[in-house]
T-cell receptor
Framework: GAVVSQHPSWVICKSGTSVKIECRSL??????MFWYRQFPKQSLMLMAT?????????EQGVEKDKFLINHASLTLSTLTVTSAHPEDSSFYIC?????????????FGSGTQLSVL | EDKVVQSPLSLVVHEGDTVTLNCSYE??????LLWYKQEKKAPTFLFML????IEKKSGRLSSILDKKELFSILNITATQTGDSAVYLC???????????FGTGTRLKVLA
């Protein structure tokens, strides 16, 4: 159990367009989902923490108007990169923490490789 | 500021070798240390450690936490080419509910 599905796996878009990435917990309810960004050969950089039914908490330096996060249900969080530019090209990955668990085990989606032309 | 440091940054070994990966942390309200293996995409969970001195094992992998010295190690014995990956460790801050990831150790196992 504890599968997190992330879609799409990769996306290529033109500069100025918006891209939506979905993160779903398939067999559990997630109180909290985290969105990370990862550059090649670097570690995971936390962008924002998403709690169901409330506004996301963004890390310092992350533009909330550019990276819109919606956590509409206990199984779905979305990240929308608005007006994407080439510097937004990166690997975006979500993770979820189980609602029914007191431990801190995180489950990751398979990531989305975004390329902005 | 919370931080997690992993060493070495990269490592190349031959099949059958034993490797030890290090993770030191400075995390306020520390509650647990997690290890993940990242091959191409999603990190996969390996271990979660909360208590000092208790070794966790899974096949050829084992890990232990030292909360006094603030570090953890991940051991892989009899390495195989399939062990080639980036190994990430993360500290969990129970005050902020955030996970602080290290930069990872890139392991390459040669046949």
């Amino acid at each position: 159990g504890a599968v997190v599905s992330q879609h799409p796996s990769w996306v290529i878009c033109k500069s100025g367009t918006s891209v939506k990435i979905e993160c779903r917990s398939l067999d559990f309810q997630a109180t909290t989902m985290f969105w990370y960004r990862q550059f090649p050969k670097q570690s995971l950089m936390l962008m924002a923490t998403s709690n169901e039914g409330s506004k996301a908490t963004y890390e310092q330096g992350v533009e909330k108007d550019k990276f819109l996060i919606n956590h509409a249900s206990l199984t779905l969080s979305t990240l929308t990169v608005t007006s994407a530019h080439p510097e937004d090209s990166s690997f975006y990955i979500c993770s979820a923490k189980r609602r029914d668990s007191s431990n801190e085990k995180l489950f990751f989606g398979s990531g989305t490789q975004l390329s902005v032309l | 500021e919370d931080k997690v440091v992993q060493s070495p940054l990269s490592l190349v070994v031959h099949e059958g070798d034993t490797v030890t990966l290090n993770c030191s942390y400075e995390v306020t309200n520390f509650r647990s240390l997690l290890w993940y293996k990242q091959e191409k995409k999603a990190p996969t969970f390996l271990f979660m450690l909360t208590s000092s001195g208790i070794e966790k094992k899974s096949g050829r992998l084992s890990s232990i936490l030292d909360k006094k010295e603030l570090f953890s190690i991940l051991n892989i014995t009899a390495t195989q080419t399939g062990d080639s990956a980036v190994y990430l460790c993360a500290g969990f801050n129970s005050g902020t509910y955030k996970y602080i990831f290290g930069t990872g150790t890139r392991l390459k196992v040669l046949a």
